[in-house]
């Protein structure tokens, strides 16, 4: 037999005079002025973006650094992984997160192609080479492209120990002597080419086709690795910092970040290689839990306990208890079981008998203690 | 079955004018937290319209002009307004059991919402266009790619991140908020927990 339900209608209890779309409107105005009101005071924060000229022309060292990394293989992107590229010249990928297996970066290839050393030196140098009649850069790219593995990486090596002494000096970098073979030429105009502001643009080339430039990927990517996290890390904008969960400038940022930002700061989250992987996965079972409270035993009484709906509903259970509607309400054991006393309910309500806390008003209502009430 | 019948049958059921607009309440609706509701409805109004005006005049126009500045901050501040209402909102209703009587489901959309706005207002901070977008960009791409949504979305992808923001997201929130809303209304506000007999 099915179970007889007590159907606890809200229009069964006393009712009041409400004006929802007077509420509504109130509502929307106060929001407006206090909007408005911070915006014109305030203004919100804006920090404009680090262009890949700017640190060629401010570090040349850097910039020149960071291209090494990419042609070399040693750059995080170059041995990124999926969905980027499968590693460095076969060399397995770096970044690939996996919880006991469970990858499922991996499960998609590589659907956004980055090859760091064609992508960000050799295509863009191409590209610059032809557009300048520049005949010794291409045949400097030429020269290092016909070359074994072997040989590129010895160039290579010279050039990233030569750059940890290098200096600039007006704008350009100075090398100790050495056997760079093509690769001092190449560095040399990568740098260039990055001062000159051109780089992003051939960047910005690689990944859209035709005119127009909605992805941006290639660009974002050169300077994501040592430039970008020390300029992060002066601004306390790190992952360790709660970076993400507030702005760089003294302006609220996107606290409601916080149970993510804070997985960041203790370990394992924080010490694991899969790290961001944790986090996503962290937040996506507390976020389901979130959603099933209503099902969770245990969690679903949470509310019930603790005393913090007396505080809410502090007006209606004084009135209650003035009017002593619950002591002689008819429901008072079924009460106690959240309305479910089917027995009892059924039984009363057939004859005649009313709930202590549906019946009329007789007394009226302590005076209401706040301004506002609504109803969504 | 015709369906159409049983449509308008239900609706006209569970959605009369009374539910729909009301103008009279139960008397235990007296406290502040029930205007969180609407605060969050307000701001989320202000966060739409002052959205699409800076999508009706393109993203670099709040980058460079001063009346584009002036309207981004006016984004920035509803937004701000809007977690701030929401989550009280949601707390609010966590302490008085909104879910109970045959309340689940509204639970459900609202706490959706609370996810989906999270994911909306993180692709606006990567439509800003300044370092923090840049960065937060580059940064949580190993999220996303480690989750294993670099299958259908490329966080550097700037085309992609601001059409999910401007269009796909906002649609579904829209959905969501008046389905949140229908619900409330079809079903009434939660009744009080039950006040402590006294022997």
Not at chain 1, 57 to 62: D, E, H, I, K, R
Not at chain 2, 49 to 73: C, E, H, N, P
Not at chain 2, 171 to 183: K, M, Y
Request: aromatic residues 12%.
């Amino acid at each position: 037999m099915k179970k007889a339900h007590f159907s606890r209608d809200t229009l069964r209890f006393p009712q009041k005079d409400f004006d929802m779309v007077k509420e509504g409107t109130i509502s929307l105005g106060i929001v407006a002025v206090v909007v408005l009101g911070l915006a014109a005071a305030f203004g919100a924060p804006y920090r404009p973006a680090i262009t890949n000229q700017q640190i060629a022309q401010s570090n040349p060292v850097l910039f020149a650094q960071t291209a090494m990394g990419d042609l070399d293989g040693t750059g995080a992107m170059a041995q990124y992984g999926p969905p980027y590229n499968n590693g460095f010249h076969g060399q397995p990928p770096q970044s690939t997160q996996s919880i006991a297996g469970f990858s499922p970066e991996t499960w998609w290839g590589t659907p956004y192609p980055l090859n760091t050393a064609q992508d960000d030196v050799l295509q863009p140098l191409t590209m610059l080479a032809k557009a300048s009649n520049n005949a010794n850069l291409l045949s400097a790219v030429q020269q290092y492209e016909a070359a074994p593995f072997s040989q590129q990486m010895k160039w290579d090596q010279n050039m990233e120990k030569a750059l940890t002494k290098a200096t600039a000096q007006g704008g350009q970098l100075v090398l100790p002597t050495g056997d760079y073979g093509p690769v001092s030429t190449l560095i040399s105009a990568e740098v260039s080419l990055g001062q000159s502001g051109l780089f992003s643009g051939a960047l910005n080339r690689e990944t859209n086709q035709g005119v127009y430039r909605y992805n941006v990927q290639n660009d974002l990517l050169f300077l994501q690795g040592a430039t970008l996290h020390k300029i992060a890390g002066q601004l306390n904008m790190k992952g360790e910092q709660w970076g993400i969960n507030h702005d760089e400038q003294a302006y609220p940022g996107p606290w409601w970040l916080t149970p993510y930002t804070f997985l960041y700061q203790i370990p394992p989250w924080s010490v694991s290689s899969a790290g961001d992987e944790m986090a996503a996965y962290t937040v996506a079972i507390l976020f389901l839990l979130l959603i099933l409270v209503p099902f969770i035993p245990g969690l679903n009484k949470v509310s019930r306990i603790l005393p913090v709906h007396r505080l809410i509903w502090r007006d209606w259970y004084k009135h209650l208890e003035q009017t002593g509607a619950c002591s002689t309400c008819p429901f008072k054991e079924g009460c106690a079981k959240e309305f479910r006393d089917a027995t009892a309910a059924v039984a009363a309500s057939q004859n005649g008998e009313v709930p202590g806390c549906y019946r009329p008003l007789s007394h009226p209502l302590p005076s209401p203690t706040t301004v506002a009430s609504h109803t969504v | 079955m015709n369906w159409t019948r049983a449509l308008r049958t239900k609706a006209s059921e569970q959605l009369t004018w009374d539910d729909l607009l009301p103008s009279e309440q139960p008397v235990y609706v007296s406290s502040l937290v029930y205007s969180l509701g609407v605060l969050t409805l307000s701001s989320f109004v202000i966060v739409v319209a002052s959205g699409v005006i800076m999508a009706s005049k393109g993203a670099l126009w709040y980058q460079t002009s001063s009346l584009g500045d002036f309207f981004r901050s006016i984004h920035f501040w509803s937004v701000q307004a809007f977690f701030f209402a929401m989550t009280m909102h949601l707390v609010a209703q966590f302490f008085m059991g909104g879910w109970r009587e045959g309340r689940a489901f509204t639970w459900i959309l609202g706490a959706l919402l609370f996810g989906l706005s999270v994911v909306e207002a993180f692709t606006g901070y990567l439509s800003r266009g300044d370092f923090f977008s840049q960065w937060n960009q580059v940064q949580s791409k190993d999220a996303f790619n480690g989750a294993g949504v670099d299958g259908f979305l490329n966080v550097l992808n700037n085309g992609q991140i601001y059409g999910i923001h401007i269009a796909v997201l906002p649609l579904i929130l829209l959905l969501f908020v008046g389905w949140h809303v229908l619900e409330v209304r079809r079903k009434g506000v939660v009744p009080p927990y039950q006040a402590k007999v006294s022997k």
